[in-house]
């Protein structure tokens, strides 16, 4: 993706919990949308956030560092079915959104 | 209601050819969007509808690749002479408007194989 960088594959064990880091271009930024994609499906919104701090929702939380440009999403207590791509997304202007690469995330029993 | 439609599903098609591809957004949404992802890549950004405004095309990679929004509804986005290279899926997204808080509700994508 446009200077958005996230790491390529992770891989967790069921109930465990992981961290997936997301760095982007500052300039211009709006906020910062984490959304799911399951293999050969359509993304789904996640989270979204535009201040600074961690957003909580159920098992998943979603931290904004503005200054810094880092976000990380937070999966806890995984779960077979989370095993999919996670994708940082940054808005800019327009409500137009550059994703990273994603990141697949694998998780083992 | 109904989530984001497109179709078709799957296109093969010939290089060289013209190929159509249709999406229709929730209704009531004003802005549409339309990315591309190759295989194992992100998603890239090609172009933006929202409202009657002029659209912002600044992500098509070439002047074979252009859309259209007819009505504020339904898009078509037309790539003519196709290469190998446009092989990928085709994801259309709607939003309700184009604030900076909206989500945007992503289609289940058209994939393009290009022979």
């Known amino acids: 993706g446009q200077n958005i960088d996230q790491p390529t594959e992770m891989t967790a064990t069921e109930g465990a919990i992981v961290q997936i880091n997301c760095t982007y271009q500052?300039?211009?930024?709006?906020?910062l949308f984490w959304y799911q994609q399951h293999a050969g499906e359509a993304p789904t919104f996640l989270s979204y956030?535009?201040?600074?701090g961690l957003e909580e929702k159920g098992r998943f939380s979603s931290f904004l560092s503005r200054s810094k440009g880092y976000s990380y999403l937070l999966l806890k207590e995984l779960q077979m079915k989370d095993s999919a791509s996670y994708l940082c997304?940054?808005?800019?202007?327009?409500?137009?959104?550059?994703f990273g690469g994603g990141t697949r995330v694998l998780v083992k029993p | 209601g109904a989530g984001v439609s497109q179709s078709p599903s799957n296109k093969v098609t010939e290089k060289g050819k013209d190929v159509e591809l249709r999406c229709d957004p929730i209704?009531?949404?004003?802005?549409l969007y339309w990315y591309r992802q190759s295989l194992g890549q992100g998603l890239e950004f090609l172009i933006y509808?929202?409202?009657?405004?002029?659209?912002?095309k600044s992500g098509l990679p070439s002047d074979r690749f252009s859309a259209e929004r007819t009505g504020g509804s339904v898009s078509t986005l037309t790539i003519q002479r196709t290469q190998q290279e446009d092989s990928a899926v085709y994801l259309c997204?709607?939003?309700?408007?184009?604030?900076?808080?909206?989500?945007?509700?992503f289609g289940p994508g058209t994939r393009l194989t290009v022979l």
């Open positions: 997204a709607s939003s309700l408007t184009s604030a900076f808080y909206d989500e945007q509700f």
């Open positions: 500052t300039s211009g930024f709006n906020g």
């Open positions: 956030n535009v201040l600074d």
């Open positions: 997304a940054r808005e800019a202007a327009g409500n137009k959104l550059t």
């Open positions: 209704s009531g949404h004003t802005a």
């Open positions: 509808f929202q409202g009657n405004s002029a659209p912002d």
